[in-house]
């Protein structure tokens, strides 16, 4: 069923209006935080059982999906494992490989696309993840960029992720019996990881058991984090230009269930996302372990995330996982 903005909601929008843009020149967001609200209401279990990832890479396929939620028109891209030789560039339309992946749903920030975070979003589906990431109507590159719209944005990531779903049981399709519907996580940057947030407090979607957010807040959407017990993964630059890293940081504090915190000294407000450096390398290890983690249940992995995190001194790593 699609989730409507509540008068909440609209209510608390006008804190929005600090988070202004992705882009360099994007004015500092206003670090304050919903002013009242419920207490948190959550179960200490991950959902997960324990599990093993595979630890061979794969190749990458990728494909487009036409979605309208009410005339709202979500074009989505697919990133998935394929068949064949690992390493390159994601291939369009490859064959998917054997076996049944968990789907992480990818939410872009404002003025970006999806394609912008490909470097990243291709390594999550060589390590065995199928990634779904939306265009959104208002907040992508040429769009009217109404940051308001971000509430409405947790909506359209459910809705997304209930057709990505429906594909395992699609008859020709290309994914039919490739996606594990019980092991789905949301990440997201900046607007997007406003939208990531919001999927786990005002409009919490049960389905989702585990969360990344990389340079988000929790403007507008609160942090009455509720449901099942979800681990989170935040990614900060403490130079963040755009989103506070305090603002970040108040965000992560209020995660009532397993979490850390990768922050990165150095880094501004994710322009590191969208290169290939050693930074992004650290981001993307680090986030790849945390999934395989999350989501496959994988102990070993857990024993490795902390270890990515501080490779190389790019990074200092707040564990409570």
């Known amino acids: 069923m699609p989730r409507r903005v509540t008068p909440a909601l609209l209510a608390s929008a006008v804190l929005m209006a600090g988070l202004v843009g992705c882009s360099p020149d994007a004015r500092k967001a206003d670090s304050q935080q919903a002013p009242v609200e419920p207490p948190p209401v959550a179960t200490p279990t991950p959902q997960v059982p324990a599990g093993k ?155 989702l058991d585990a969360g990344v957010v990389f340079a988000g807040t929790a403007l507008g959407v609160g942090t009455a984090f509720a449901g099942a017990a979800a681990p989170q993964l935040f990614v900060h630059g403490e130079l963040d230009e755009v989103v506070e890293y305090a603002a970040g940081r108040a965000a992560y504090d209020k995660v009532p269930w397993p979490k850390a915190m990768l922050s990165l000294p150095k880094g501004d407000h994710g322009r590191a996302l969208l290169s290939d450096g050693a930074t992004l390398r650290v981001v993307s290890d680090t986030s790849v372990e945390f999934l395989r983690w999350s989501l496959y249940g994988d102990p070993d992995a857990k024993k490795r995330i902390s270890t990515d995190a501080t490779r190389g001194d790019i990074a200092t790593f707040d564990d409570h996982l």
């Open 53 to 207: 990832a595979p630890q061979r890479a794969f190749a990458v396929g990728v494909r487009q999906l036409k979605l309208n939620r009410d005339g709202r028109v979500l074009p989505t891209t697919l990133w998935y494992p394929a068949a064949g030789q690992s390493g390159g560039a994601a291939k369009r339309s490859a064959t998917a490989a054997e076996g049944r992946f968990p789907v992480v749903m990818f939410s872009h920030g404002l003025g970006g696309r999806p394609d912008d975070y490909g470097t990243l979003l291709t390594r999550w589906a060589a390590a065995g993840f199928v990634v779904a990431a939306p265009t959104f109507p208002h907040t992508s590159r040429g769009a009217d960029n109404n940051v308001l719209d971000v509430l409405n944005q947790p909506a359209d990531v459910s809705y997304a992720l209930d057709q990505v779903l429906a594909l395992d049981g699609k008859a020709g399709d290309a994914l039919r019996g490739r996606l594990d519907g019980e092991r789905v996580a949301a990440a997201g940057h900046s607007a997007g990881g406003v939208t990531t947030i919001g999927l786990f407090t005002a409009s919490r979607d049960k389905r």
